[in-house]
DNA sequence: AGCGGAAAATATACATGCTAATCATTGCCG
DNA sequence: CGGCAATGATTAGCATGTATATTTTCCGCT
């Protein structure tokens, strides 16, 4: 209505990147669920990583899911009420916990990696592959830059 | 270490989006904080799109912010319990109530856009224009793809 | 040795999003 | 006109993220 002075919202870059990134996880949020698996798409990360690697540290865990230690913390509670994971006390440093899938957390890992492979299919099935390999480019361009953009706190 | 199936999270386009959707969201954060602004991103949108217009219900708030009814109408409360907007009945339609940003409010706005315009600048430095357009076209793509999409819920 | 800071994990408090249920009001429709 | 579905908003419960503080354990360094 009135505009004393000029911004608009909706050609901002990063709120369609927010805007996108919210409704791609939603989706996978009601694929999963959907297809009758009680897990969210953060859990699907956390899980996914161990199947890549068991064993690790919560540390390295929240390291490779980009993840407060916190989130792990209380996603690693409800992986293991769901016995999908297990946490186990480092012999060589008993301060760190190292965790491990269960056979059910593989087995859902397996199940998963289809139905994500299949949302991801349709909903970039528009995007051509050159447009693909262009926008993980202007993304990592952007996290490049943010990496080398001081923190508030802590500018000396 | 093992991979008895090929996946890889690390080059999914959907991951990257929330990765980068993410940080550029914490950046934010910390530019309102570190300037001395008591304010979330999500009150941000919200406060500027009641800046936009005001009056409007909270149905046509949650449109405009691709918010749920559930968080408007507590994002609602705290700005009203920090009197930067309030909600005032409708004299036609007693279910509904009309959102005004109060002067307070206006104020914080026009303080947040230069912030918001300045942090954009700064991550989107290294990112040229015709990068930026062909973001926002590939974003938009994607977009209208999932708007296509099923929900899972009501195949019909 | 042994003290003090760093590191790993947890706890706490607050803000947000999603789902489902509820309440009040409206308005359509028989 | 009168009941009942639809609509606007709120509430409650759960999962997550952020920031801060606390606990336990380790380790470097004097």
Redesign the pocket.
């Known amino acids: 209505m009135h505009a004393p002075f000029p911004y608009d919202l909706d050609t901002a870059v990063g709120y369609a990147i927010g805007h996108t990134a919210?409704r791609l996880?939603?989706g996978l949020?009601?694929a999963f669920?959907s297809a009758g698996h009680?897990?969210?798409?953060?859990?699907w990360?956390?899980l996914y990583r161990l199947y890549e690697s068991q064993g690790l540290?919560?540390?390295?865990?929240?390291e490779r899911?980009?993840?407060?230690?916190?989130?792990?913390?209380?996603?690693?509670?409800?992986l293991e009420s769901k016995a999908l994971a297990e946490?186990r006390r480092?012999a060589?440093?008993?301060?760190?916990?190292?965790?491990f899938l269960t056979p059910d957390g593989r087995d859902l890992v397996e199940h998963l990696v289809p139905l994500v492979r299949a949302y991801a299919a349709e909903a970039f099935a528009d995007v051509p592959p050159e447009d693909r390999d262009h926008l993980r480019r202007i993304l990592a361009n952007i996290e490049t830059r943010l990496d080398a953009m001081p923190e508030p706190?802590d500018p000396a």
């Open positions: 919210h996880k939603m949020r009601r669920t009680d897990v969210t798409p953060e859990q990360v956390v540290t919560q540390v390295e865990l929240g899911t980009v993840k407060d230690k916190t989130s792990i913390t209380r996603i690693l509670d409800r946490r480092d060589h440093d008993r301060r760190s916990q190292r965790i706190k």
